[in-house]
């Protein structure tokens, strides 16, 4: 068998990150909302752009259109080297004001004293939150939450997530942004996140010790 297997050494080991039930979502952006700080800010807008830590951490003001309500983000601060356009629902663009008053001289979306957060700010807004979950898993919870609830295409919600297209074929033929999709598709998601649901409750176990 050992001629058959790979050794252990050349498998590549999963990194599984700790992820929020979509039908928690709600209750826990409502909690969240009470906590009081920028981490705290930064963190409910990754969730609602479905954006990586690192990119809203970086973000600046002028990669802010607000004439079009868009957050650009440029090649080099994107894991797959392409420029990435996420479109602002409502909730997101009142964050970034609030944020701006909190330092008014920075050039960053969100810092302390011009300098921008560390990459510990957004996992601490969620220990004081009491949740038990990744940043990073909010992009599977919204992944689960546009299969599972919504009738958007697939696609879209890839384009949205910024994930690399792995096939040739079908990249070729995706060339544009489906901007209007993905807006309509980020104003669900914040609706979504902001509506009380019935089962859209916090399962205390998941909450840190």
Same mark, same amino acid.
């Given at each position: 068998m050992d001629k058959l297997l790979p050794k252990p050494s050349k498998v590549a080991k999963v990194d599984h990150h700790k992820a929020l039930p979509v039908g928690e979502v709600g209750a826990f952006m409502q909690r969240l909302r009470q906590t009081s700080g920028m981490g705290a800010l930064a963190l409910e807008?990754?969730?609602?752009?479905?954006? @990586?830590? %690192?990119?809203? @951490?970086?973000?600046?003001?002028?990669?802010?259109? !607000?004439?079009?309500?868009?957050?650009?983000?440029?090649?080099?601060?994107?894991?797959?080297?392409?420029?990435?356009?996420?479109?602002?629902?409502? !909730?997101?663009?009142?964050?970034?004001?609030?944020?701006?008053?909190?330092?008014?001289?920075?050039?960053?979306?969100?810092?302390?004293? %011009?300098?921008?957060?560390?990459?510990?700010?957004?996992?601490?807004?969620? !220990? @004081?939150? %009491?949740?038990?979950?990744?940043?990073? %898993?909010?992009?599977?919870?919204? !992944?689960?939450?546009?299969?599972?609830?919504t009738g958007h295409p697939s696609d879209v919600a890839e384009m949205a997530l910024a994930h690399k297209i792995a096939s040739s074929v079908e990249a070729s033929y995706r060339r544009g942004n489906l901007m209007a999709r993905r807006r309509r598709l980020m104003d669900d998601w914040e609706k979504y996140c902001f509506t009380p649901y019935s089962d859209n409750v916090i399962n205390f176990e998941r909450i840190a010790a």
């Open positions: 807008f990754a969730i609602l752009t479905a954006a @990586r830590s %690192g990119e809203v @951490r970086g973000a600046t003001f002028l990669e802010i259109d !607000r004439a079009a309500k868009v957050w650009i983000v440029p090649a080099d601060r994107m894991k797959a080297g392409k420029e990435h356009r996420v479109p602002l629902s409502a !909730r997101s663009l009142e964050i970034l004001a609030i944020a701006k008053a909190m330092d008014a001289d920075s050039k960053y979306l969100f810092s302390i004293n %011009g300098k921008p957060l560390s990459n510990m700010a957004m996992p601490m807004a969620l !220990r @004081r939150a %009491g949740m038990d979950v990744t940043v990073h %898993g909010f992009r599977s919870s919204f !992944r689960d939450w546009v299969s599972e609830e």
